[in-house]
């Protein structure tokens, strides 16, 4: 079975810092991988995800994530936050699961606040 | 965007009892939607996968009895939670592809705002 591990739980950063959250997942076929993002009060919301192609994918606010599939890894990447990046973030790999359907699988999440 | 939608977003319930959530993908039809479970502090752990017009699939360790699934429409998922107890307390949240000529697109969903139980 597949499995994320996301290896910071809180990150506290300032204005126009540079973010890197590490997700790592293990599962040794084909998968796709994703970031979600829950800002307060709201939903979880796609940041970013990688199917296939170039291993360097760019999301929305000026994120973006890197699959090095030597590493299995799936960290997201910004040069520089701001105070509304204040959000949950979770890691998300999505592969075959044995019922016959696709499973998504989450990391248990970043917390990151970002200081005016 | 496509829009998944979650019903009631808070309930309180006495232990014993029995709670219906529904989840309704607003704008798009889904014969798959995923419920997941949130405690605090943890990730979100799927339940179930909820498919149109047949049985739930039911992941390990998730007592079928307990969480009633009805996947009754096109548009509309529904999780009853029977018998209610204080460790059943938790945010539940479901999900729905996104569909293109019925297909799912690249398996990515769209979730709903959540429905947080609390059972006293």
């Known amino acids: 079975a597949q499995s994320v591990s996301q290896h910071n739980h809180h990150v506290i950063l300032s204005e126009a810092a540079s973010l890197e959250l590490g997700c790592n997942y293990s599962y040794g076929g084909t998968v796709n991988l994703f970031w979600y993002v829950q800002y307060p009060g709201q939903h979880l919301q796609l940041l970013l995800k990688?199917?296939?192609?170039?291993?360097l994918v760019k999301g929305i606010k000026g994120f973006e994530a890197e699959f090095i599939k030597s590493k299995f890894s799936f960290n997201l990447r910004k040069p520089s936050v701001q105070w509304s990046d204040t959000a949950e973030y979770f890691c998300?790999?999505?592969?075959?699961?044995?019922?016959?359907?696709?499973?998504?699988?989450f990391g248990i999440g970043t917390k990151l606040q970002v200081i005016p | 965007g496509a829009v998944v939608s979650q019903h009631p977003s808070w309930v309180i319930c006495k232990s014993g009892t029995s709670v219906k959530i529904e989840c309704r993908s607003l704008d798009f039809q889904a014969t798959t939607m995923f419920w997941y479970r949130q405690f605090p502090k943890q990730s979100l752990m799927l339940m179930a996968t909820?498919?149109?017009?047949?049985?739930?699939?039911?992941e390990q360790g998730v007592e079928k009895d307990k969480f009633l699934i009805n996947h009754a429409s096109l548009t509309l998922s529904t999780l009853t939670v029977t018998s209610a107890h204080p460790e059943d307390s938790s945010f539940y949240i479901c999900?729905?592809?996104?569909?293109?000529?019925?297909?799912?697109?690249?398996?990515?969903?769209?979730f709903g705002p959540g429905t947080r139980l609390t059972v006293t």
């Open positions: 990688y199917f296939s192609g170039d291993p």
């Open positions: 998300a790999v999505n592969a075959p699961h044995s019922g016959g359907y696709q499973k998504v699988t």
């Open positions: 909820s498919n149109e017009g047949s049985k739930a699939t039911y």
């Open positions: 999900s729905a592809p996104a569909m293109v000529s019925g297909r799912a697109r690249g398996n990515e969903q769209y």
